[in-house]
């Protein structure tokens, strides 16, 4: 069974600019979530998706957003960037909205620099 | 309070030798599952071990063995035989149980093997 894929995998962007992110779940998985990594704050949660409806959302300022479309596919876009949202996205996919004894598997993530 | 507590930003193991990584939660959940990923230089978060909170055993995966203490809320990774290739980060993670509950990261612990 093929794991979760991102792509980009490398993005090399200027401030103001927007870009969207996009991950696919292993198949049958239902679930996906993306986290932002950074040296200085470690992994943050964005938001879970599960069925076209964002289940859960971190602390994250409205130029952050997501979607999910009815394959399960997601895609993220950070509109204005700025300098600081230079990270590594990574989106998990889990097969349920959620429960607790479940897995995420993660992509290998795209590397997003701002310039 | 912090869901996941990860105290050790760094850890040193000789090769062959076994290393423990300490993990300790806060969820006034009964029901959550606990869960430890590898993160090496490459970026992507390889899931290692997972126990649920009614799992009367101690989970083990191979080399990787989940030293499980309910009453003291601790969830610690014992590497046994470390080898290079497990030179990389390590983050334990909680989801509370119930649907639409997020993932908790720790902060990780860099564990480098010295041969």
Redesign the interface.
């Known amino acids: 069974k093929a794991g979760v894929t991102q792509t980009p995998r490398y993005l090399i962007k200027t401030r103001g600019q927007q870009v969207t992110l996009s991950c696919s779940p292993i198949s049958g998985h239902r679930s996906v979530s993306w986290y932002q990594q950074t040296p200085g704050q470690g992994l943050q949660f964005l938001f879970e998706y599960f069925s076209e409806t964002q289940r859960n959302k971190g602390n994250f300022p409205g130029r952050f957003s997501g979607r999910q479309f009815s394959n399960s596919r997601s895609e993220m876009n950070v509109s204005t960037l700025e300098l600081g949202d230079s990270a590594l996205y990574l989106c998990a996919s889990s097969p349920r909205a959620g429960l607790g004894t479940d897995t995420q598997y993660f992509g290998p993530g795209t590397r997003l620099t701002v310039l | 309070a912090q869901k996941i507590t990860q105290t050790q930003p760094g850890m040193f193991v000789q090769e062959k030798e076994a290393v423990t990584l300490d993990c300790t939660y806060d969820t006034s ?1 009964p ?3 606990l ?1 430890w ?1 590898k993160q090496p230089s ?6 290692l071990i ?1 126990q ?2 009614y799992d009367q055993q101690n989970a083990t995966e191979g080399r990787y063995s989940l030293n499980f203490q309910k009453a003291r809320k601790s969830a610690n990774l014992v590497i046994s035989a470390s080898q290079l290739g497990d030179s990389a980060m390590y ?1 334990c ?1 909680m ?11 720790g ?2 612990t860099s564990l480098t093997v010295i041969p």
């Open positions: 959940d029901s959550y599952g869960f990923y490459s970026g992507e978060m390889i899931f997972y649920g909170s983050f993670a989801r509370e149980g119930g649907t639409g509950n997020q993932f908790y990261f902060t990780g």
